[in-house]
C-alpha cells in the first residue's frame, strides 16, 4: 500500500543540512590555525596602531578601537597641552582606522564562507520542503485509496 511513498529523497536532504550544520559548528569551534587564512583573526592581529605629532605619539587600541596603550614622547610636554591633546587625538583615530581596516580584512574570508554556507543551508532547506510536500501528497493519495476500499 505505502509503496508509493518514497522518504529517500528527504532523508537525503535532512543528511546534507546535517553535514552542513556540523561543518559550521566546526568551523565556529576551531582553534585559529596561523596556517589558514581563514581561521578567525587573533587578538593580536586585531591590535590597531596608529601616530600622531610626526610620531610624536603612538597609540594603540584593541579590536573595536578600546585604547590599549598611549607612548607620549616627554619632550612634547613643551608644546602645551592643546598641542599634545590634539596629537593624542590624531594618534588614536589613526590607530582605530588600522583597526577597523584590519578587521575588515581579515574577517571578509569568514564571512565569505558563513554566506556561501547559508545558500547551501537555503537550498537543502528548499530541497527539504519539497521532499515533505511531496511526502504529503503520496500520503493523501494513499489515504484517498485506502478510504475508497
Request: charged residues 25%.
Amino acid at each position: 500500500m505505502a509503496s508509493g511513498i518514497d522518504p529517500s529523497g528527504l532523508s537525503r536532504s535532512l543528511e546534507e543540512a546535517m553535514r552542513l550544520l556540523s561543518q559550521a559548528t566546526a568551523a565556529t569551534s576551531a582553534q585559529p590555525d596561523a596556517d589558514d587564512d581563514r581561521a578567525a583573526p587573533t587578538a593580536e592581529q586585531m591590535v590597531g596602531r596608529g601616530v600622531g605629532g610626526n610620531g610624536l605619539v603612538q597609540a594603540e587600541v584593541s579590536a573595536f578601537g578600546g585604547l590599549r596603550s598611549l607612548v607620549i614622547d616627554p619632550g612634547l610636554s613643551r608644546a602645551g597641552t592643546s598641542a599634545i591633546a590634539e596629537y593624542v587625538l590624531e594618534a588614536v583615530q589613526a590607530a582605530q582606522a588600522d583597526e577597523r581596516a584590519r578587521r575588515v580584512e581579515l574577517t571578509a574570508a569568514a564571512s565569505a564562507d558563513g554566506a556561501a554556507l547559508s545558500q547551501q543551508l537555503e537550498r537543502v532547506s528548499e530541497d527539504a520542503f519539497r521532499g515533505f510536500q511531496q511526502m504529503i501528497g503520496d500520503l493523501d493519495a494513499v489515504t484517498r485509496r485506502t478510504d475508497r476500499r
